[in-house]
């Protein structure tokens, strides 16, 4: 794959296209997280993950507090979750970019189907 230099905007997508990967975020209302992120590996395969930060987290379930959910906000989960520091996009790929080097990407992120 091609290496940009910027990021492709296509509301509400961002896309990067690496030497390893393509990268895609669908960039929430207010910016904060989850974030979903699509990303496509040399071998043609589409893999998904959401990224949380630990904040985005207990919000949640301080919501899930007060309206009852997950035992009253005692537990969370979610499908192929990743504990991220920041949803910035320039993060996200670099996160992407270092599962990717380890392979670690195979079992943190889900094949889409």
């Known amino acids: 794959?091609?290496?940009n230099?910027?990021?492709?905007?296509?509301?509400?997508y961002l896309h990067?296209?690496?030497?390893?990967?393509?990268?895609?975020?669908?960039?929430g209302a207010d910016g904060e997280p989850p974030?979903?992120?699509?990303?496509?590996l040399n071998d043609g395969v589409e893999r998904f993950a959401t990224l949380f930060t630990p904040d985005s987290i207990q919000h949640i379930r301080d919501?899930?507090?007060?309206?009852?959910?997950?035992?009253g906000g005692r537990y969370f989960w979610a499908d192929h979750l990743i504990i991220v520091e920041s949803v910035e996009p320039s993060f996200i790929e670099?996160?992407?970019?270092?599962?990717?080097?380890?392979?670690e990407v195979?079992?943190?992120?889900?094949?889409?189907?």
């Open 63 to 71: 919501n899930n507090a007060v309206h009852g959910e997950c035992l």
């Open 16 to 27: 990067r296209v690496g030497t390893d990967f393509r990268l895609t975020i669908l960039v």
């Open 94 to 103: 670099e996160v992407v970019a270092d599962l990717v080097r380890s392979g």
């Open 35 to 40: 974030t979903d992120v699509t990303i496509e």
């Open 1 to 3: 794959m091609a290496t």
């Open 106 to 113: 195979y079992s943190a992120f889900g094949v889409a189907s």
């Open 5 to 12: 230099v910027v990021w492709r905007e296509d509301p509400p």
